[in-house]
């Protein structure tokens, strides 16, 4: 049978590190997201017309994925931070 020995201390860090980075993650994204989903024709054109749609589509893909992940990840920092305790305790740390 396999034993993981963690630090209390550690364990907190890197959950507060993984939470900061999402929250960096997150303002960056929410930044970004008029000019990458609402990209504006370089000219009048349909080509210029056609790649700003394109840019524009791929934008709020990636805004969806982002708010995808971020859904995923605040249950998990929630969790190392929460169950922390409890798994060191037992382990008579």
Request: with cysteine; proline share 4%.
């Amino acid at each position: 049978m396999s034993f993981l020995l963690a630090e209390p201390q550690l364990v907190a860090a890197a959950a507060t590190d993984l939470a900061g980075i999402g929250s960096t993650i997150s303002a960056a994204n929410t930044a970004a997201e008029a000019a990458t989903t609402g990209v504006i024709p370089a000219a009048l054109d349909e080509v210029s017309a056609a790649l700003a749609s394109l840019f524009s589509a791929h934008g709020q893909a990636y805004q969806a994925l982002s708010a995808q992940a971020a859904r995923f990840s605040r249950p998990v920092c929630a969790g190392i931070e929460r169950r922390r305790e409890p798994v060191c305790q037992c382990r008579g740390r």
